[in-house]
């Protein structure tokens, strides 16, 4: 938001504290931008859509109350309405040993994550960008469609005040590519999936993203089902950066506290082969969780949540570090401004300190390689118990040998980290994960009869 | 008209006269209560309204849409003239008569916004000391509450003129066991289109001792073997085979786009003659009903499939326009920010002729499911998932011993012709449904259903 704008609701909120006698208050400012295009399948564009969105979150701590509320007008009198409802809503809720915590320099500029070269891109670059994708992906017959190959920019600034003094403000952008890949032949049909994101324009490479999403189809077009039994198998990048999105509910600090973290008592103990570390890093170039300060305007830092395969840190935002004696590890996020700021990682980063597999299919010899989950979001973060449907393709001798279909894995999260047994050199970054292919032990797999 | 201080005439003509074929305004303004209790006390407590406008419009077989917060007569004119930029094509001069809007409103007992947040507290902090007072394993009890009334406007240069009020209250348990250093949880929801008296029966304790229920269940549970069985989904199981096994691959955006396994099957046998499918918004009470879609089309029931034959498919405006067909008030959008798309309400298998316990006693082996929880279906191959929270053995036609979380995977057209025993009875399930990256709220129900033989993931 402009700076008038922003001077004015900061005078505006000491004026409200002063009134209400509040201990403290907090205001996180949002205008967001977006913008995203979709093609048909003659090219023209399909869908073209672009939304605005300005909001104010509120939080006002009250005999050691935190109350929240939000607004979606910057008015005054919306101010004061939302100031209000946050106040009322500390009735209900509990004492806190809370208070707001000021100022500290951030690790990062306010606009590191910002491509200003977006301003003067103009719309016929980022069509050229859909219609590479589309180019690179018909590369078979088999191919039959592409599926709503589509573009998305968000530009977004922030502004985070409060009552000791903090009064930060950052801009963002974030881009993406994502397209679905149809393949088909005789009887089977095939749906393949996958998406690319940045921080920077320059970095999208819809050539690389479509030839890929392509080779993933066909290589996954029809298929035999697996024996049921228990196999060595490898998890690309994108399967593996879908478990770890689910691990690193578990090192939130309030699922911890509220006993529901698995690694509860485990820090300091083994919970990932020794090789492993990953890091919650807010600094990732073109990681979409990247961020100059977090959603309590903490600043940024990397951190190793697994430190060669121990449990090393839980993250915290500034409400829990103080109900656990600790620090604020800047993991404060807002996946919505209609509700309050929580905990959660920034972007996940699993590396090896052994020098990754130059052909981790190779090295799984015989084996299927599990290229896609089905119901993912069923997986219990609480307890890691997962069964799942899956796809992918056979490995026999080191080299593709058929697709499989139908069939499911199911184990324990915990169980399979501690059974990563080999990792790629083919570190991807997807979104907010970045991850190598891993190879698993010992996978949990039914299909057909046993 | 003026609708909050805006003409909504001059601004579908000024869509039409700069290249639309059709234009409409959507205005939303849902006031929400969200509480949440866990660890005996109240984490979370918010009230606030979420409010903004989306334009859309039609030119060229384009779909614009753009949204704002800024619900002032500025704010849409600016919309229009962002939108307006990309329109390619010449115009027409068109006059707009909008009659005054038909309104409809979810008959509610007891209006949520009629209750102050401390009673609303109680209900949820008194639910889950219940829950702590039976079991001593318990770690956590996490109870969420929400109600919100979602007060839609829509507006289009068809003549569209109708406004909607939807009430919904929600209550939801979690319940965390732990046993010998392993945890096991327990769900449970309930909720609808109703207000406060969702609360007058006590159907939150009954609830919240479900969830208990389930997590103790899971906490004795056994692994089983995955792999193809016969499995019995109980009535009470909920609906979410029936969504992702046929519902989805129903919605016309993806039957016209050649991404469904039933596209061009009107008229044909998709499915076994035992089953007839409905999708029903018009069901009082239910989480997935409304007076009219995100698009201004009445709610209107819809036979999808009538003793296993096809009959139609789930529409939007957009999709009906395409393709010379009928609106079925399926158009629905998760908010203001986003344009509608074809998604279920409250789809149904009606129910058959089979006795329920029969059914099961005739099962020598197999896999009775007593909850099913969320799932997912690639439309394209029609095969599907669904999460199995609550399922027991089938031991010589009698009800055995709990197992491990599973998932049950086939294939929605080659389960729906297996499917050879229907029950007499009928149960409901709530949930959102995800798709497109938006949520709507929807409930499915089904009879008690046989499947002779499908993929069972096991953990032994």
Known sequence: MDSTTVDRIAGRLSALAREHAVEGYEAYLSETSKTSISLDDNRGIETLHADEERAIAVRVLRDQRLGFSFSFNPSDIALEEAFKRALDSTAVLERHPFSFVGNSPDTAGADLFYDSTIESTPNEYKLGLLNALIDAVHIDRRIVKVEKPSYEETISSVSVMNSSGVLKQSRTTRFGLGLSVIARQDRDSNITWDFQGANTFGTLDAHRLGKGCAALALKTLGGERLRTGSYDAVFTQLVASQFLGILARSFAADAVYKKTSLLADRLGQRVLPEHITITDDPLLKDGLGSVPFDAEGSPSVRKPLVDNGVAATFLYDNLYASLMAAHTTGNSVRPSVTQPPSIGSTNLVLGSDRTGEEDLERALYDGPVITELMGVHTVNPVTGEFSLGARGYAVKSGVFHAPLKDITVAGNLFDLLMKVRATGRDQLLYGTIMTPSLLITQLKIAGADA | ?460
């Open chain 2, 1 to 460: 008209m003026n609708y909050g201080g805006i003409n909504i005439e001059g601004i579908l003509e000024d869509a039409l006269r700069n290249g639309a074929e059709f234009a409409e305004l959507f205005f939303e303004e849902t006031t929400f209560t969200n509480i949440r209790v866990e660890s005996h006390r109240v984490d979370r407590a918010v009230t606030g309204t979420d409010r903004g406008v989306g334009l859309r419009l039609f030119s060229g077989g384009v779909v614009y849409y753009a949204s704002t917060t800024d619900c002032t007569h500025d704010g849409v004119r600016a919309l229009l003239k962002k939108l307006c930029a990309y329109l390619g094509q010449a115009g027409n001069e068109v006059r707009v008569v909008l009659q005054n809007p038909s309104r409809a409103s979810t008959r509610v007992v007891k209006h949520p916004f009629g209750v102050g947040m401390a009673r609303k507290a109680d209900i949820l902090m008194s639910s889950q000391s219940e829950a702590y007072k039976r079991v001593d394993q318990i770690v956590q009890v996490q109870g969420a509450y929400s109600d919100s009334s979602r007060r839609i406007a829509v507006f289009s240069s068809s003549g569209t003129a109708v406004e909607d009020e939807q009430v919904r209250t929600t209550m939801t348990f979690n319940v965390v066991l732990e046993k010998q250093g392993r945890l096991y949880t327990g769900y449970e929801s309930i909720g609808g289109t109703i207000g406060m008296e969702l609360f007058n029966n006590e159907d939150h304790l009954k609830a919240v001792m479900t969830a208990v229920g389930r997590a103790i269940k899971m906490s004795n549970s056994i692994p089983i073997e995955g792999g193809p069985m016969t499995v019995v989904l109980s009535s009470e199981a909920g609906g979410t085979m029936i969504h992702e096994a046929v519902g989805h691959g129903l919605e016309a955006d993806h039957i016209y786009k050649d991404l469904s396994v039933y596209t061009g099957k009107l008229g044909e046998q998709v499915a076994s003659p035992l089953i007839s499918v409905v999708d029903d918004p018009t069901m009082p009470g239910m989480r997935g009903s409304f007076g009219y879609d995100d698009e201004g089309t009445a709610a209107a029931r819809t036979m999808a499939i009538e003793n296993g034959v096809l009959k139609n498919y789930l529409f939007d405006l957009k999709q009906a326009g395409d393709n010379g067909m009928r609106p079925t008030a399926n158009g629905r959008r998760e908010s203001f920010r986003f344009p509608p798309i074809p998604r279920m309400t409250n789809t149904l298998i009606l129910s058959g002729r089979d006795d329920p316990a029969s059914i099961i006693a005739e099962v020598d082996a197999g896999l009775l499911v007593f909850k099913m929880g969320g799932g997912e279906v690639n439309t394209v191959t029609g095969d599907f998932v669904f999460e199995i929270t609550e399922g027991h053995l089938i031991e010589h036609g009698k009800t055995g011993p709990p197992v491990e979380g599973a998932i049950m995977l086939g294939n929605g057209p080659a389960v729906l012709r297996e499917i050879d025993r229907v029950g007499s009875d009928m149960g409901y399930g709530i949930g959102t449904c995800g798709k497109d990256n938006q949520g709507v709220p929807v409930a499915d129900g089904q009879p008690t259903l046989r499947i002779p033989r499908i993929v069972v993931g096991g953990k032994k």
